[in-house]
C-alpha cells in the first residue's frame, strides 16, 4: 500500500469495521522500512524510504482523522518535524 486510494480505502474500512469515531483517536507509527528475506529489517528516514507520507496524510486529513503520529526513522526528531511540515501543507491544500 503506498497510494492515496489505498490508504483512503484501509480508513473506509476500519470506519465501517469499528466506526467513524474510531478515525477521532489513532495511533500511527509511520516510518519507511526497508525488508529483507525474513521481513522488515530496519526503519528508515523519510527521504530515503519508497514510502510517499503526502499520500497517507491526505487520506488521514480527507477522512478526518485524529490523533497521532509516531515517527519511527532513525532520525525522529528531523523526520517527525518534516512530517509536521507535510501535514500543515496537505491540510492547507484541501
Known amino acids: 500500500m503506498n497510494t492515496y486510494d489505498e490508504w483512503s480505502r484501509t480508513l473506509e474500512t476500519y470506519a465501517k469495521a469499528l466506526g467513524e469515531e474510531a478515525l477521532q483517536d489513532l495511533h500511527v507509527h509511520l516510518s519507511g522500512i526497508e525488508y529483507g528475506p525474513k521481513g522488515e529489517k530496519e526503519h528508515l528516514k523519510v527521504e530515503d524510504a519508497d514510502l510517499d507520507v503526502r499520500a497517507i496524510l491526505r487520506a488521514l486529513h480527507a477522512a478526518g482523522c485524529r490523533g497521532r503520529i509516531l515517527c519511527e526513522s532513525p532520525a525522529m526528531e528531523d523526520d517527525a518535524l ?13
Not at 82 to 94: H, K, P
Request: net charge negative.
Open 82 to 94: 518534516l512530517i509536521r511540515q507535510m501535514w500543515l501543507e496537505v491540510s492547507a491544500e484541501q
